[in-house]
């Protein structure tokens, strides 16, 4: 018997329709969630099947019905007869093995939209906030990324980190490190994560989690019993390291009630003491800000003299800002002789000279000891090569030191499978953002007169845009211009909604402020909490995104925005400058106008992209609708990047 299933060519699409009765119908469309290519192998059509088969799982748990075991079952006794490519379509023919019946569905690419009545809408006085129910788990561990260029030449690579999402995630950093960790991992390297066992860790996030070592590691004099765990976080294997004394315990990743200087340089020499009594000989170990930076240290002066001598070092800068400020006597504490660094060519913070006393900067530090260092964005390279104390340092060391565009995770981060979304999109799709954008607005309860699905929704009248920001609330992320925007985008006739947290509490306090003058305004929300969950439901559901930062490394809010068709609006800096190109101004980039900038710091600056975007929002609802959906097929995923921090390993790498 044989079928014929129909994948749209580079295209991401997702499985479509149910029949309410309890079977898959063979009209009824559904999709494996990947691309297909020609000369796919029946592997890749395997797990293909697979992934449709959780699909189904997914869909039952979420709809209650009994359904579709039959076709669940197929996958087991397919073989590949013919592949075939036309213009837009790859064509697989598959032929079952065993003579069995069963159904034959016609598989399609589209997206299948909730029922109205099968939503549950929210409303502002549910007493779970609709982010805050119960979602299936993510299926992204098996999501393994099909037809992903293998590499031949395999590396182990252990990353070194505080953070890591989503068990440990505060910002960009945590994204970095899976979603790089991650593509690295699915052209075949060997990837670990090494992350210091927080208590408020997500465990319910990490999968096998077991106790693999339990070992002693230095501090300030004394060993320290420490225990190792394994398991895996979004497929990725992560070690994570305990110490037995009161390091990073409580509810936050930063902030506890320890001294963290202390905590991280213990977590790097633990690190390396690890792979030390383990034997354990990677290729490239990547650290991660200042954070991690003393582990260059420690390795080139002490672990390399001992027995871990493979290893090459490579540091990401993820911002500049923090830089690890460190007394020589702090630094002592690790093992390592503070008074050896204290020097300008070492890791002396040149802006301590003469002070008493002076101060070390492991950010610098890692900078000098690493093999190579990298940074977010080629323009925050040339930011910082200009601009900033670490600039000399920099400069010294220009040969080593490259900016590689950060990417995002595209099946973590993708609006045709999203778990916390209450309807799927797509390019060419894009209806189930419509449902996306009431379901919010309705949950927070802002004044919602979109018309409900089935019927054409234009731009116009009522269905006013949805400005949304979701930031760590810092100096950086320009906060005047936020403050600027929550009221000028009501005037505008727009909505705004905030995501954000500030870890200084009188930032805090000041929009917790704004955010109870706003409570009852039809137009405004300002959420002054952590979750993963809504800005997923707030990206997907927003026309507008909103990053409006006086520096930004890379950012990452704008490009998982466009991935969720929300148009950006962002000040040409860092890496903002490297992904958005403005739909006005920007003809050198004629191809890939994509999002509205501004250059000043002031709020006239702002102001004139609010307008703009507003202007073509409201009076271009065509060419609006295109922006967003090419905005969505814009490749920011991690396959490009992820193929220049290979090349980077492997011209340091020692074979
Ligand atoms: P940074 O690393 O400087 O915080 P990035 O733009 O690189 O900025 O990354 C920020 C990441 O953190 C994005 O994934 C963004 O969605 C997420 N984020 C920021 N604030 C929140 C919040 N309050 N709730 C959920 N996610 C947030």
């Not at 797990?47 to 088969?53: A, G, I, K, S, T």
């Not at 307008?611 to 969505?632: D, V």
């Amino acid at each position: 018997m044989f079928m014929a299933i129909h994948f749209p060519l580079n295209q991401m699409i997702s499985w479509t329709a149910l029949n309410n009765n309890s079977s898959l119908s063979a009209h009824e469309g559904v999709s494996l969630g990947a691309s297909a290519y020609e000369g796919v192998s029946l592997g890749a059509v395997r797990r293909r099947l697979d992934h449709f088969h959780q699909k189904v799982q997914k869909h039952i748990w979420s709809s209650g019905r009994q359904t579709a075991p039959r076709l669940c079952k197929l996958h087991a006794n397919i073989n590949i007869s013919k592949t075939s490519v036309s213009d837009n379509y790859s064509q697989v023919h598959f032929q079952e093995s065993s003579e069995k019946k069963a159904t034959s569905p016609r598989l399609r690419a589209s997206i299948v939209l909730p029922k109205d009545e099968d939503i549950v809408w929210p409303c502002a006085d549910d007493n779970i906030p609709f982010w805050r129910k119960e979602f299936p788990t993510s299926q992204a561990t098996s999501k393994a990324r099909i037809n992903v260029r293998q590499d031949s030449d395999i590396m182990h690579i252990v990353h070194v980190t505080a953070e890591m999402a989503p068990i440990a995630k505060v910002g960009g950093l945590g994204d970095v490190v899976t979603g790089l960790g991650r593509a690295c991992l699915h052209r075949g390297h060997r990837v670990e994560v090494m992350l210091p066992f927080y208590e408020c860790l997500q465990k319910e996030q990490i999968n096998d989690l077991t106790l693999s070592d339990t070992y002693s590691s230095y501090h300030n004099g004394d060993w320290v019993s420490t225990r190792a765990y394994r398991g895996h976080v979004t497929g990725i294997p992560v070690i994570l390291i305990e110490p037995a004394n009161h390091f990073f315990k409580g509810q936050c990743v930063y902030g506890g009630s320890y001294n963290e200087l202390e905590a991280y340089l213990f977590f790097s020499r633990a690190c390396l003491e690890l792979m030390q009594v383990t034997a354990t000989q990677p290729d490239i170990i990547h650290v991660h800000e200042w954070q991690t930076s003393a582990l260059s240290l420690l390795y080139w002066d002490m672990y390399h003299n001992l027995s871990v001598k493979k290893p090459r070092l490579i540091l990401t800068i993820h911002n500049m800002e923090h830089y690890g400020e460190c007394r020589q006597e702090q630094l002592n504490i690790c093992g390592l002789d503070g008074s050896v660094y204290n020097t300008i060519e070492k890791a002396l913070d040149d802006r301590t000279i003469g002070h008493n006393p002076e101060r070390l900067s492991l950010l610098k530090g890692g900078i000098v000891y690493s093999n190579a260092v990298t940074t977010v964005s080629p323009t925050y390279v040339k930011e910082t090569l200009c601009s900033g104390w670490l600039s000399n340092t920099l400069m010294q060391y220009r040969e080593k030191y490259v900016g590689i565009l950060n990417g995002i995770d595209t099946v973590l981060w993708d609006p045709a499978t999203d778990v916390f979304l209450p309807a799927h999109f797509q390019a060419h799709e894009t209806e189930g953002k419509r449902i996306c954008k009431q379901y919010v607005q309705r949950g927070l309860g802002l004044d919602s007169n979109l018309m409900t699905m089935g019927k054409k929704i234009t731009n116009k009248g009522s269905n006013s845009p949805l400005v949304v920001c979701i930031t760590r609330l810092v100096a950086q992320k320009g906060l005047h211009l936020i403050r600027y925007a929550i009221n000028r985008v009501a005037e505008l006739g727009g909505k705004f909604i905030l995501l954000g947290t500030a870890p200084d509490g009188r930032v805090q306090e000041e929009f917790e402020y704004l955010s109870n003058q706003c409570k009852e305004s039809n137009n405004v929300r300002l959420l002054l909490t952590y979750s993963e969950e809504l800005s997923h439901m707030l990206y997907a559901a927003a026309d507008i995104v909103l990053v409006p930062s006086m520096y930004e490394p890379c950012g990452l809010a704008q490009m998982i925005g466009m991935r969720y068709g929300a148009v950006p609006i962002v000040r040409r800096t860092g890496g903002l400058a490297d992904t958005v190109f403005d739909v006005d101004h920007d003809q050198s980039h004629a191809n890939q106008p994509n999002g509205f900038v501004f250059e000043g710091i002031d709020e006239g600056s702002l102001n004139g992209a609010l307008e703009r975007a507003f202007q073509y929002y409201n009076e271009k609802p065509q060419l609006w609708m295109e922006l967003i959906s090419k905005l969505m097929q814009i490749d920011n995923s991690w396959e490009k990047s992820a193929g220049e921090y290979i090349d980077l390993y492997n011209s340091v790498r020692v074979r």
